[in-house]
């Protein structure tokens, strides 16, 4: 049966011609709203504990994380490809010496054959994209743009320090170089409604990507939303499982029909998230909600886009 949205595990089995595994690594960066460059005290939901796995550490280097995460992973899926993740922080945010460096260290482990690259907009120029141009040639190659709203005043919120329009500039800057491109989006800011997230869903089609996150709204612990949840929860619309899968529907009919859907929702870590709690659900059984019901009313992506 057909898919009503572009799948990524499709994309990567017709790519790759089996399973590939990311490895996540932390290279020891940080980010401009955190080192008062732009700002002080990174994004408002930020704490990347809920999504660096045990085994990155910006304390050990590049080739001994991927080795730890491979070692993890191996006993499940014996024969795979791997892509080494920069994930924590912002990963194009230091010299392009050390940048060269690092990224080269990642490729050169031999059951490696990429890289994908987590960063802010406004940390791109045109010095980096000709370094991941240059790998790109020989290596397959991922930037994936932390977009977030396409709102500025949500962007002013939680402490982007950057607008929409740096990240149209950082697209406009990425393409056409051989890198492949991805956005994330964050769905329930604060004040954010349903006609935003179709917005959301029209601008994001007009910018040069081939893959997008979409995850839910969550609040947690250690985070200056935490503190801003605790004072005013009324500020905060917080989904549902059936109101999200509705809302990310919503934005699937009006999203571009050829951007493919990395991933629909997030999991953080029981113990370090205070809300919304789903049951455990885990990010699979969300997407086969979403999958069932836009299956059930006949949708599909694209249809209104």
């Known amino acids: 049966m057909q898919e009503p949205f572009k799948s990524y595990s499709k994309y990567i089995r017709e790519t790759f011609g089996e399973r590939v595994q990311k490895i996540s690594v932390d290279a020891g960066f940080t980010c401009p709203n955190r080192d008062g460059t732009k700002g002080r005290g990174g994004c408002t939901y930020c704490n990347n504990d809920t999504f660096n796995p045990i085994y990155t550490s910006g304390k050990k280097s590049i080739l001994q994380q991927l080795n730890e995460g491979i070692a993890f992973f191996e006993p499940k899926y014996k024969t795979q490809k791997y892509l080494a993740y920069f994930q924590a922080y912002t990963n194009t945010y230091d010299s392009i010496e050390r940048l060269e460096k690092l990224?080269?260290?990642?490729?050169?482990?031999?059951?490696?054959?990429?890289?994908?690259?987590?960063?802010?907009?406004?940390?791109?120029?045109?010095?980096?994209v000709d370094l991941l141009s240059e790998l790109a040639k020989k290596h397959y190659l991922v930037v994936e743009l932390g977009?977030?709203?396409?709102?500025?005043?949500?962007?002013?919120?939680?402490?982007?320090?950057h607008s929409f329009q740096d990240t149209i500039k950082?697209?406009?800057?990425?393409?056409?170089?051989?890198?492949?491109?991805?956005?994330?989006?964050?769905?329930?800011?604060?004040?954010e409604t349903r006609k935003d997230f179709e917005m959301h869903a029209k601008q994001v089609s007009d910018l040069?990507?081939?893959?997008?996150?979409?995850?839910?709204?969550?609040?947690?612990?250690g985070t200056k939303m935490a503190k801003q949840f605790a004072e005013n929860p009324d500020n905060f619309k917080l989904f549902?499982?059936?109101?999200?899968?509705?809302?990310?529907?919503?934005?699937?009919?009006?999203?571009?029909?050829?951007?493919?859907?990395?991933?629909?929702?997030?999991?953080?870590?029981?113990?370090?998230?205070?809300?919304?709690?789903?049951?455990?659900?885990?990010?699979?059984?969300?997407?086969?909600?979403?999958?069932?019901?836009?299956?059930?009313?006949?949708?599909?992506?694209?249809?209104?886009?």
């Open 103 to 128: 990224y080269n260290e990642a490729l050169s482990h031999p059951k490696v054959i990429g890289l994908v690259i987590s960063t802010r907009p406004d940390t791109i120029n045109t010095e980096i």
């Open 147 to 161: 977009i977030e709203s396409t709102k500025n005043k949500s962007l002013e919120l939680i402490n982007r320090c």
């Open 170 to 191: 950082a697209y406009n800057i990425l393409k056409n170089k051989g890198i492949h491109l991805g956005g994330h989006l964050i769905i329930g800011l604060q004040g």
């Open 208 to 221: 040069p990507i081939e893959f997008l996150k979409l995850h839910q709204l969550q609040i947690i612990k």
């Open 240 to 305: 549902t499982v059936d109101e999200y899968v509705d809302e990310v529907i919503l934005i699937l009919k009006n999203l571009r029909p050829d951007i493919i859907l990395e991933r629909f929702s997030s999991e953080s870590p029981k113990e370090m998230l205070i809300v919304p709690h789903w049951g455990g659900l885990k990010n699979f059984e969300i997407t086969d909600k979403i999958r069932n019901k836009m299956r059930k009313e006949n949708t599909f992506q694209g249809m209104l886009s």
